[in-house]
């Protein structure tokens, strides 16, 4: 009995290793988590936390994709070998996937232009502005679970597009993740002090997200990896790389 029982868990552990080494690996460019750097390398405090589960399980490099939010969602809802990183793992979307957690952590906010001093003290009070968000982000959807009318949110592809459309009027409010805002709003050149918060939507875990049809021992054998990553100096030292 207890020999079958080796085989078998020598087994399932032989082909968590192989699913591992089969998955799509998909990220966006989320500063610090993830981001091209000027020589066209994928790197931040989520793609190379992944190297190292990757390390701990045994799994060889795989390649990383970066693309645009709303592209990456939906191949992770279509495709059965998909994980998304870096994910809000929301309650809306908490059955939708599996999880291996956690990254990190977001505040999602609506920010608007200093000078129009928007404050806003209830979800209620959400129905009265524009707001534009990236689609198929955390923030569109915490928008839109909140009970706003999906006619008063603009779409954007990407952060930079949306914090444009704030600044030229177009819409009154932009909902997002603080920490991509603030490289954003940097990278852009934006005087920092022009935008400020009115609001704070919610506060989220950021997670590596799978496709439904992966394993739950894959995932459980990543979540291993992740968790030994996170107990590491390694990791320590990777967080005061990225966020300083």
Not at 31 to 37: A, I
């Amino acid at each position: 009995m207890k020999r079958w029982l080796a085989i078998t868990l020598w087994g399932l552990t032989a082909s968590a290793m192989a699913e591992l080494e089969h998955l799509e690996y998909f990220t966006e460019e989320y500063p610090p988590y993830s981001y091209t750097t000027a020589q066209g390398e994928v790197t931040g405090l989520a793609v190379e936390t992944l190297k190292e589960v990757w390390q701990r399980t045994g799994t060889p490099p795989q390649p990383i994709r970066v693309l645009p939010w709303a592209r990456g969602y939906y191949l992770l809802t279509q495709k059965p070998n998909v994980v998304l990183f870096s994910t809000a793992r929301t309650a809306v979307r908490y059955p939708l996937f599996k999880w291996a957690c956690p990254i990190g952590y977001s505040e999602y906010v609506l920010l608007g232009l200093s000078k129009r001093a928007l404050t806003l003290t209830t979800d209620a009070e959400l129905g009265r502005y524009s707001i534009a968000a990236v689609r198929a982000d955390a923030s569109e959807q915490l928008l839109l679970n909140k009970g706003m009318d999906d006619t008063r949110i603009v779409p954007a592809n990407r952060l930079g597009q949306a914090l444009r459309m704030l600044l030229s009027g177009r819409v009154d409010l932009v909902a997002t993740g603080t920490l991509a805002a603030n490289d954003t709003i940097k990278e852009m050149g934006i005087d920092p002090a022009s935008i400020s918060k009115a609001y704070t939507l919610s506060a989220e875990e950021l997670c590596y997200a799978f496709s439904r049809a992966v394993s739950d021992e894959t995932v459980q054998r990543f979540q291993l990896g992740l968790t030994g990553t996170l107990a590491s100096p390694h990791y320590g030292a990777l967080q005061r790389r990225f966020m300083p």
